[in-house]
């Protein structure tokens, strides 16, 4: 079955540490995007790849990294410069012109 | 940047009953998605509108493009427990090498059995 697979869903890490979100896709697609999710918020873009090797930032990049070597994956690194880290991190995916595919999500808590 | 309002921002309905909810936007779009989050879960793309006057139905679902294209709307009919979750709407303009999209903050739908 083709989708997308985000690891863990479930993250734990001490502030001050670095830590990188896995997203990997099978289904093809050129475009892959970060969105960070707080209770009662929207989606908030951080980053979006249209292409390997290459990214932009979105709307809420700072304290965030990201790569884009092969077209299937596409890792978010969290850094200790995001502030307040502890979110819901949804990865998601789509060719040009068709609708967002996302995975199921990794939720991160930094103590 | 863009905005997106959707509303209500949440709603407690009776089982049996249906939903309306709706999105408008400052901006036009040429793509209006509806997508439903289950708790713990990404969210999962119901319909999608391509032209302005749209009617699509999905099952109980029906969604509408608006004509101004600013605008668009879900109803759930009878509404059952398994509803319950985050309704998103998202505004998206194809074409000229854009990819991004712009949601709405979303309505949390209770269903009371």
């Known amino acids: 079955d083709g989708g997308i697979t985000q690891s863990p869903k479930y993250l734990f890490r001490k502030e001050g540490q670095n830590v990188t979100l896995s997203c990997e896709q099978n289904?093809?697609?050129?475009?892959m995007y970060w969105y960070r999710q707080d209770p009662g918020q929207g989606l908030r873009l951080i980053y979006y790849?249209?292409?390997?090797?290459?990214?932009q930032k979105g709307d809420i990049a700072e304290g965030y990294s990201v790569s884009r070597e092969k077209k299937e994956s596409f890792p978010l690194t969290v850094t200790s410069a995001q502030k307040n880290p502890t979110a819901f991190y949804l990865c998601?995916?789509?060719?040009?012109?068709?609708?967002?595919?996302f995975g199921n999500g990794t939720r991160l808590t930094v103590t | 940047g863009q905005q997106l309002n959707q509303s209500p921002q949440s709603m407690f309905i009776q089982e049996g009953e249906d939903v309306s909810m709706n999105c408008t936007s400052s901006s036009i779009f040429n793509t209006w998605l509806w997508y439903k989050q289950d708790p713990g879960e990404g969210p999962v793309l119901l319909i999608a509108l391509y032209k302005a006057g749209e009617l699509t139905s999905n099952g109980r679902l029906t969604a509408q493009f608006g004509i101004t294209r600013k605008d668009s709307f879900l109803n759930i009919s009878a509404s059952i427990p398994s509803d319950v979750g985050i309704y998103f709407c998202?505004?998206?303009?194809?074409?000229?090498?854009?990819?991004?999209?712009?949601f709405g903050k979303g309505t949390k739908l209770s269903v009371i059995p």
């Open positions: 289904l093809n697609h050129d475009a």
């Open positions: 998601a995916s789509r060719d040009r012109d068709s609708p967002l595919h």
């Open positions: 790849s249209q292409i390997v090797n290459d990214f």
């Open positions: 998202a505004g998206q303009i194809r074409g000229a090498g854009s990819y991004q999209l712009t």
